[in-house]
């Protein structure tokens, strides 16, 4: 029988304000990736999670016209991609247009997540795409 009480979880998190840019949310992010060891053990799905939080953070500045809160949370099991927004409007995926510059960011999430969700909250909603890392990444970081 396992020891539940032993898993540990580590999160940080970050207020956006439109005006700070999604460079700084790719950057912030990446420098965290670094602090897990996925910089080293999984290149590719860091690339990944930044992609991902620079088009949940745009969506949160751009459509919902709010401050961005990223949150990222390791359980030991899947990296947690949270960003909260003020609009209780929830995102849509909607046809990509050719001719359009934009409108591809939830299918990018779709894409590069493992799995996504999203979640009223009383001010506002939480986007949350999970990344579950590639076996020889896992044990990089236990907490």
Known sequence: MTDDSSMRA????????????VKEARDWTRAHMSALG????????????????????????????????LILTWDERCLHVTVHDASPRLPEQRQA?????????????????????????PRGKDV????????????AHRG
């Open 97 to 121: 247009d050719h001719q359009a510059p934009g409108g591809r960011g939830l299918f990018l999430v779709d894409a590069l997540a493992d799995d996504w969700q999203v979640r009223r909250c």
């Open 38 to 69: 996925w910089e080293r053990t999984a290149p590719a799905l860091v690339d990944s999670v930044v992609l991902a939080v620079s088009e949940l953070v745009t969506n949160a500045h751009v459509h919902a016209h709010s401050a961005a809160q």
């Open 128 to 139: 949350t795409a999970c990344f579950q890392p590639p076996p020889s990444a896992e044990g």
């Open 10 to 21: 580590v999160g940080w998190a970050r207020s956006l304000p439109v005006s700070a840019g």
